[in-house]
Protein backbone atom coordinates (compact mmCIF):
# COMPACT_ATOMS: atom_id res chain seq x y z
CA UNK A 1 0.00 0.00 0.00
CA UNK A 2 2.78 2.52 0.56
CA UNK A 3 4.27 1.82 -2.44
CA UNK A 4 1.09 2.89 -4.30
CA UNK A 5 0.91 5.88 -2.30
CA UNK A 6 4.50 7.21 -3.05
CA UNK A 7 3.82 6.21 -7.04
CA UNK A 8 0.84 8.63 -6.31
CA UNK A 9 2.51 11.30 -5.04
CA UNK A 10 5.01 11.21 -7.58
CA UNK A 11 3.43 11.32 -10.41
CA UNK A 12 1.38 14.39 -9.10
CA UNK A 13 4.63 15.95 -8.52
CA UNK A 14 5.50 15.47 -11.75
CA UNK A 15 2.46 16.55 -13.11
CA UNK A 16 2.40 19.81 -11.06
CA UNK A 17 6.07 20.67 -12.01
CA UNK A 18 5.00 20.28 -15.76
CA UNK A 19 2.39 22.29 -15.10
CA UNK A 20 4.09 24.63 -13.57
CA UNK A 21 6.27 24.84 -17.24
CA UNK A 22 2.74 25.15 -19.13
CA UNK A 23 1.79 28.51 -17.17
CA UNK A 24 4.40 30.48 -17.90
CA UNK A 25 3.72 30.13 -21.48
CA UNK A 26 2.04 33.51 -22.80
CA UNK A 27 -1.28 32.63 -24.89
CA UNK A 28 -1.53 34.24 -28.51
CA UNK A 29 -3.94 36.72 -27.18
CA UNK A 30 -2.11 38.06 -24.26
CA UNK A 31 0.81 38.65 -25.53
CA UNK A 32 1.64 42.44 -25.40
CA UNK A 33 2.98 44.32 -28.60
CA UNK A 34 4.62 47.61 -28.14
CA UNK A 35 5.32 49.64 -31.86
CA UNK A 36 5.26 45.73 -32.79
CA UNK A 37 7.98 45.21 -30.20
CA UNK A 38 7.84 41.96 -28.03
CA UNK A 39 9.75 42.84 -25.14
CA UNK A 40 9.22 39.86 -22.82
CA UNK A 41 9.53 35.89 -23.62
CA UNK A 42 6.50 34.16 -24.71
CA UNK A 43 7.99 31.18 -22.51
CA UNK A 44 10.64 32.59 -20.30
CA UNK A 45 13.21 29.91 -21.43
CA UNK A 46 15.65 30.69 -23.53
CA UNK A 47 15.00 29.90 -27.60
CA UNK A 48 17.26 27.01 -29.25
CA UNK A 49 19.26 28.83 -32.06
CA UNK A 50 19.46 25.06 -33.94
CA UNK A 51 16.40 24.50 -32.69
CA UNK A 52 15.03 27.76 -34.70
CA UNK A 53 16.87 26.83 -37.96
CA UNK A 54 15.40 24.19 -38.22
CA UNK A 55 11.61 25.65 -37.80
CA UNK A 56 13.23 28.60 -40.05
CA UNK A 57 14.04 26.17 -43.39
CA UNK A 58 11.51 23.33 -42.96
CA UNK A 59 8.53 23.13 -45.19
CA UNK A 60 6.68 21.25 -42.23
CA UNK A 61 7.45 23.87 -39.75
CA UNK A 62 7.69 27.56 -40.95
CA UNK A 63 8.98 27.45 -43.78
CA UNK A 64 10.61 31.45 -43.75
CA UNK A 65 12.80 30.08 -46.55
CA UNK A 66 9.70 30.16 -48.95
CA UNK A 67 9.59 33.77 -48.83
CA UNK A 68 13.20 34.69 -47.37
CA UNK A 69 16.63 33.86 -48.07
CA UNK A 70 18.74 32.83 -45.14
CA UNK A 71 22.56 32.71 -46.30
CA UNK A 72 23.26 30.30 -43.36
CA UNK A 73 20.98 27.60 -44.26
CA UNK A 74 22.39 27.70 -48.16
CA UNK A 75 21.92 23.83 -48.12
CA UNK A 76 17.98 24.38 -48.26
CA UNK A 77 17.12 24.81 -51.90
CA UNK A 78 14.25 26.75 -53.17
CA UNK A 79 15.07 29.76 -50.82
CA UNK A 80 12.30 32.94 -52.04
CA UNK A 81 12.79 36.37 -52.51
CA UNK A 82 9.25 37.55 -51.51
CA UNK A 83 10.72 39.08 -48.10
CA UNK A 84 13.50 40.21 -47.50
CA UNK A 85 16.85 38.61 -47.11
CA UNK A 86 17.20 37.41 -43.35
CA UNK A 87 21.45 37.64 -43.21
CA UNK A 88 21.93 39.94 -40.35
CA UNK A 89 18.46 40.34 -38.82
CA UNK A 90 20.34 40.23 -35.87
CA UNK A 91 22.16 42.90 -36.40
CA UNK A 92 18.87 45.27 -38.21
CA UNK A 93 16.41 44.20 -34.90
CA UNK A 94 16.80 44.05 -31.58
CA UNK A 95 15.39 40.23 -29.60
CA UNK A 96 12.36 42.06 -28.98
CA UNK A 97 11.38 43.53 -32.43
CA UNK A 98 12.30 39.94 -33.79
CA UNK A 99 9.66 38.07 -31.43
CA UNK A 100 7.31 40.70 -32.67
CA UNK A 101 7.75 40.04 -36.43
CA UNK A 102 7.62 36.46 -35.76
CA UNK A 103 4.72 36.24 -34.00
CA UNK A 104 2.79 39.23 -36.12
CA UNK A 105 4.66 41.04 -38.54
CA UNK A 106 1.42 42.98 -39.53
CA UNK A 107 1.76 44.62 -36.54
CA UNK A 108 5.33 46.39 -37.78
CA UNK A 109 4.75 45.95 -40.82
CA UNK A 110 1.01 46.99 -42.44
CA UNK A 111 -0.16 44.72 -45.36
CA UNK A 112 2.57 42.49 -45.06
CA UNK A 113 2.24 39.19 -46.72
CA UNK A 114 3.89 37.60 -43.95
CA UNK A 115 1.79 34.95 -41.84
CA UNK A 116 1.39 36.04 -38.14
CA UNK A 117 2.75 33.02 -36.26
CA UNK A 118 1.47 33.25 -33.03
CA UNK A 119 -1.91 34.71 -33.73
CA UNK A 120 -5.59 32.83 -33.41
CA UNK A 121 -7.89 35.38 -34.52
CA UNK A 122 -9.42 37.96 -36.49
CA UNK A 123 -9.07 35.67 -39.77
CA UNK A 124 -11.71 35.45 -42.73
CA UNK A 125 -12.36 32.59 -42.95
CA UNK A 126 -13.97 32.27 -46.61
CA UNK A 127 -15.09 28.97 -46.40
CA UNK A 128 -18.58 30.13 -44.84
CA UNK A 129 -18.76 31.79 -47.85
CA UNK A 130 -18.80 28.67 -50.33
CA UNK A 131 -19.74 25.60 -48.14
CA UNK A 132 -21.02 27.17 -44.90
CA UNK A 133 -18.38 24.98 -42.90
CA UNK A 134 -15.05 26.75 -41.90
CA UNK A 135 -13.95 26.03 -38.62
CA UNK A 136 -15.24 27.83 -35.94
CA UNK A 137 -13.95 28.94 -32.64
CA UNK A 138 -10.22 30.07 -32.16
CA UNK A 139 -7.08 28.81 -34.14
CA UNK A 140 -3.98 27.56 -33.04
CA UNK A 141 -1.03 29.12 -33.79
CA UNK A 142 1.32 28.15 -36.71
CA UNK A 143 3.71 27.45 -34.41
CA UNK A 144 4.34 27.62 -30.62
CA UNK A 145 5.91 29.78 -27.85
CA UNK A 146 8.83 28.10 -27.96
CA UNK A 147 9.17 27.42 -31.33
CA UNK A 148 8.86 31.46 -31.82
CA UNK A 149 11.43 31.53 -29.01
CA UNK A 150 13.79 29.24 -31.00
CA UNK A 151 13.34 30.99 -34.06
CA UNK A 152 14.03 34.42 -32.63
CA UNK A 153 17.48 32.89 -30.91
CA UNK A 154 18.48 32.04 -34.66
CA UNK A 155 17.67 34.87 -36.28
CA UNK A 156 19.69 36.56 -33.60
CA UNK A 157 22.17 34.90 -34.74
CA UNK A 158 22.56 36.32 -38.02
CA UNK A 159 24.27 39.28 -37.24
CA UNK A 160 26.47 42.03 -40.41
CA UNK A 161 29.88 40.65 -40.74
Known sequence: MGGHMKTTILTL???LISGAAWAGETAPGDVVYADGAVEASLTGTPG????????VGS????NCVACHQVGALA?????????PALDGAGSRWSEAELRGLVANAKL???GSMMPSFYRIDGYIRPGDAYTGKA???????????????????????LKDE
Open 13 to 15: AAA
Open 59 to 62: KKHG
Open 108 to 110: TFE
Open 135 to 157: AKGALTPLLSAQEIEDVVAFLAT
Open 75 to 83: DVPFQGEIG
Open 48 to 55: DAANGAMV
